[in-house]
């Protein structure tokens, strides 16, 4: 992509992360971030395995669906990701997004079964793991529909975001101008324009959002940073 190209990027997608809300109150909270502006909400999986803590499951998924028609941005943060796929899609989750680092050569056999059982499919990465492994998920003929650029160590809310991973973004998205690349971690009103230039246009952000006394202030400041970034091509 030269400057200023800005032909098949992707809109802003703004993901609150539910793992910053009240869990006692998730339907309300839910509507809450909907009625705030945003996008898409972001559900963390966590189950003791890849990542040590335990978040939620299919269960929650399906009792929030009961509340919402909203796309919930599924992050399965396990090992075994193809147990998981028929639950997930049973529960009404919208998108699944897996961890490149647990899967080898049965990724197409996973994406396959994803796509068929209707969600939108995606592939993690995190922060020690390069770029270039998850090329062939994104060229072959059954592909993802998103690439997750973690810019912190997944398992635990709260961390601080490293820049360097926005090198893996820019390099995605000059490569590959049409996809959906997602960052997670450490996002807010100080970190968005550097994610934004970089060529992020899925933005998940918890306490950032969570922790201010104007949530749809913020959610419309990370919206407008992608906006004119990719209003000024990267």
Same mark, same amino acid.
């Given at each position: 992509?030269?400057?200023?190209?800005?032909?098949?990027?992707?809109?802003?997608?703004?993901?609150?992360?539910?793992?910053?809300?009240?869990?006692? &109150?998730?339907?309300?909270?839910?509507?809450?971030?909907?009625?705030?502006?945003?996008?898409?909400?972001?559900?963390? %999986?966590?189950?003791?395995?890849?990542?040590? &803590?335990?978040?939620?499951?299919?269960?929650?998924?399906?009792?929030?669906?009961?509340?919402?028609?909203?796309? /919930?941005?599924?992050?399965?943060?396990?090992? &075994?990701?193809?147990?998981?796929?028929?639950?997930?899609?049973?529960?009404?989750?919208?998108?699944?997004?897996?961890? %490149?680092?647990?899967?080898?050569?049965?990724?197409?056999?996973?994406?396959?079964?994803?796509?068929?059982?209707?969600?939108?499919?995606?592939?993690?990465?995190?922060?020690?793991?390069?770029?270039?492994? %998850?090329?062939? /998920?994104?060229? $072959?003929?059954?592909?993802?529909?998103?690439?997750?650029?973690?810019?912190?160590?997944?398992?635990?809310?709260?961390?601080?975001?490293?820049?360097?991973?926005?090198?893996?973004?820019? %390099?995605?998205?000059?490569?590959?101008?049409?996809?959906?690349?997602?960052?997670?971690?450490?996002?807010?009103?100080?970190?968005?324009?550097?994610?934004?230039?970089? $060529?992020? &246009?899925?933005?998940?952000?918890?306490?950032?959002?969570?922790?201010?006394?104007?949530?749809?202030?913020?959610?419309?400041?990370?919206?407008?940073?992608?906006?004119?970034?990719?209003?000024?091509?990267?």
């Amino acid at each position: 992509m030269t400057m200023g190209d800005t032909t098949n990027v992707p809109s802003a997608r703004i993901a609150p992360s539910m793992l910053s809300s009240d869990f006692a &109150n998730l339907a309300s909270e839910a509507k809450r971030m909907l009625e705030c502006g945003a996008d898409w909400l972001h559900m963390d %999986i966590m189950v003791c395995h890849f990542v040590p &803590n335990l978040t939620i499951g299919a269960p929650v998924i399906q009792s929030l669906r009961k509340h919402t028609d909203a796309f /919930l941005d599924c992050h399965l943060m396990v090992t &075994n990701p193809s147990d998981y796929v028929a639950p997930f899609a049973q529960a009404g989750a919208s998108g699944f997004t897996f961890h %490149i680092e647990v899967v080898k050569d049965e990724w197409k056999d996973l994406l396959k079964s994803i796509k068929s059982a209707g969600m939108q499919a995606g592939v993690a990465l995190r922060p020690g793991t390069s770029v270039e492994q %998850i090329f062939p /998920l994104v060229e $072959g003929e059954e592909h993802v529909d998103m690439v997750l650029v973690m810019t912190v160590e997944p398992g635990f809310g709260g961390q601080k975001f490293i820049p360097e991973m926005m090198t893996k973004v820019n %390099i995605l998205r000059k490569k590959f101008p049409w996809l959906h690349i997602e960052v997670d971690g450490g996002l807010g009103p100080s970190t968005i324009e550097e994610a934004a230039k970089a $060529g992020a &246009n899925c933005i998940v952000a918890g306490s950032s959002v969570f922790g201010s006394q104007d949530p749809a202030g913020v959610i419309s400041l990370l919206r407008s940073k992608v906006q004119d970034a990719t209003m000024r091509g990267f």
